[in-house]
């Protein structure tokens, strides 16, 4: 018999879309008839930890506070670095403080210009 | 199948089944072999509760043991302590949440009758005034091997569901509604104080 290499593709392409298929439409079947869906206010409410959802979703929020988390990296990153120096400083060279001079003026130039443009006032 | 034929031919080592019969047991011990309980605690029984899911009385055992957070993927919900009439509300709305077919095991006094509260004037009198209990485990609280036992009775319930005939499960009665009537707060007391469909005051009888 004459057939084309490319057959067992198609055998095997079918049978694996059966393959697949077959049980996701026996459980759509068993489901239908043997577990009938009881949708309801509750049981599709969101909220899922018992309480009821207060309030809508889509809020005003104060873009202030996110202004505020960034401006607090400096002092983080800040004391991060600051403590480390403070407990070694009487064993570094002239160098190192200078250094740590520099790094602690970059930072808190940030905080300066945040306090130029009046981002710290509280709106 | 006639009855005799049936054990005539099992006697030549040939089988037979109902198609009922199989589906049954495929459902029913599918379900039962793997019940996802509500992680979810209320007072010092969920000491117990957690403590029958951890190593040494190991509910894994009985395919138990994967605690969900949300009501959505729980089959179980183990009442486990005192259910005030605040939280009342909110254990329904669980109840409620909860994809069907779904069980109720009241552990301990507190939650089959109030327990030691039972006079107190802000606990519910047993969570079965609300939901349909399914197993009751009396005990104050029950240690880890009555919260055991109770399982296996659940799974014995869970295997005693047909799929077909008119003593079908509660889920599969599409005329039943899938939700409990949430109880609020009134003037006194909470509102409605049972719910008329699982539970009943008794009747008192003087003579």
New interface residues.
Partial sequence: MDYSPYTFLAVFFVVALVFALVPLAIARIWARKFSPAKPGPQKNAIYECGLEAKGQAPIQFKSEYYLYAIIFLVFDVEILFLLPFAVAFLQLPLGASIAMLVFVLLVVEGLVWAWMKGILDWK | MDEGLRSELSKQGIFTVKMQELLNWG?NSSRKNSIWPLQFGLACCAIEMIATSMARYDLARFGAEVFRP???QADLMIVAGTVTKKMAP??V??Y??MP??KYVIAMGACAISGGPFKQGYNVLKGIDRFLPVDVHIPGCPPRPEALLHAFMTLQRKIDGDS?FGPDKPR????SV???YP?PAFGEHDIEPPYNKAVWEPPVMARE
């Fill in positions: 459902y949300s009501p959505r909110q254990v709305r669980l409620n949440q069907e077919p799929l889920h599969a009665d599409e509604p899938g939700e949430l």
